[in-house]
């Protein structure tokens, strides 16, 4: 019985828009985040429809008395959002795996057993599995840079312009990066601040709230962008037109999207509209190269030289170049996101 319990959480966590392919791995992922009553409890929630308690005491009459208690657990845990406005009855609905559970558990910082166990079971499921799920038609992330790496500030497109995206965000939150948690977790990673992962109204609430993240203002998440780009760390965000949810700042040695794309050559990513480019003036000290987290720029005699069909857009070959010389513009093809609707009808599972 307890086995066809989380054979359909499988399956009903499966029909995300970011979904979980069937793997052994998934099955000890399930087993530590949803233990005893709480994987019955999460069949019974919804991925993109809020529920009360109220509703949910009526879908579950069994477990009435103790759902509250139960509920909470999950939302600690990192496997169920919640929140409550004024005046308003909480409601509850369950996280999918990416914005959601696979994240959640370590945003906190903390380290616990439980916690390294999962990060060896995500680990081998991300290098598995999981890393097809991630470039499954449409990446779920994408490249965007900041305005200081462009040759140009006035070419930043209507999409890459964080500073304004972030003007439409109403609550801002940093909690840790999973990905260097988990690759610590298990003796691998490396020595780049942790302290980077930021997301944004609802789920930024729902985290600050469960001890999971730090509630910060929108100066402090520019810093942060400024800062990362600074320790060569790559901008991400959302691959969908005008959304902002989240945004990481990502190495390459540990990141799950790029592991999985720089390791398997899958398209886990969306490179953004724009491309370094050299000028004459170039010193040759090598300093791009060594930042470049793809490998798109090695020196030819004393020039760097940029292979543009590698090149990622990210801008973190740009901040370290003292004579200016290498800098970001526009590609000759742009790349925008896609609207919020064509990305789930492109992502979602029949």
């Known amino acids: 019985m307890e086995e066809n319990v989380y054979q359909r959480l499988a399956e009903h966590l499966d029909r995300a828009i ?77 996280l999918p795996s990416v914005v959601g559970f696979a994240e959640a558990p370590f945003l906190s910082g903390e380290d616990t057993p439980e916690l390294r166990r999962l990060a060896r079971h995500w680990k081998e499921y991300l290098d598995a599995e999981f890393g097809e799920e991630l470039a499954r038609k449409v990446p779920l992330i ?4 900041v305005g200081e790496s462009l040759r140009d500030p006035s070419q930043v497109l209507p ?30 990673g490396c020595e780049h601040p942790v302290e980077r992962c930021m997301h944004f109204g609802t789920m930024g609430r729902y985290l600050v709230d ?22 060569g760390l790559i901008h991400v965000c959302d691959n969908v037109e005008g959304h902002v949810r989240t945004i ?14 720089l390791g398997r050559g899958l398209q886990t990513v969306s490179s953004s509209s724009y491309v370094a480019r050299v000028e004459e003036d170039c010193a040759g000290c090598g300093i791009c190269e060594e930042r470049c987290p793809v490998g798109a720029v090695k020196l030819s005699g004393d020039t760097a030289v940029v292979d543009p069909e590698v090149c990622i857009g990210c801008g973190v070959c740009t901040p370290t170049c ?20 064509d990305f789930i009808a492109a992502r979602m599972k029949m």
């Not at 990481?248 to 794309?261: E, L, S, V, Y």
């Open 18 to 94: 970011n979904g979980v392919p069937m793997s052994p791995h998934l099955m000890e992922i399930l087993h530590i985040l949803y233990p005893g009553e709480e994987a019955e409890v999460a069949l019974n929630l919804a991925i993109y429809e809020n529920r009360t308690l109220s509703q949910l005491r009526e879908m579950m009459p069994d477990k009435a008395d103790r759902l509250e208690e139960i509920l909470s657990s999950m939302a600690k845990r990192g496997t169920v959002l919640t929140t409550q406005k004024p005046g308003k009855e909480r409601i509850y609905r369950l």
């Open 142 to 145: 994408r490249v965007v840079p």
């Open 159 to 188: 999409f890459d312009a964080l500073e304004e995206l972030l003007d439409k965000v109403d609550y801002y939150a940093v909690g840790h990066c999973p990905c260097r948690q988990m690759a610590r977790f298990v003796g691998e």
């Open 210 to 231: 469960t001890g999971k993240a730090r509630a910060i203002d929108k100066e402090e998440a520019l810093r942060i962008l400024r800062q990362a780009t600074e320790e």
């Open 248 to 261: 990481c700042n990502c190495c390459p040695c540990c990141c799950g999207f790029f592991r999985a794309k």
């Open 322 to 341: 003292q004579e200016e010389a290498i800098r970001l513009e526009v590609r000759e093809r742009i790349n925008p996101p896609m609207s919020l609707q």
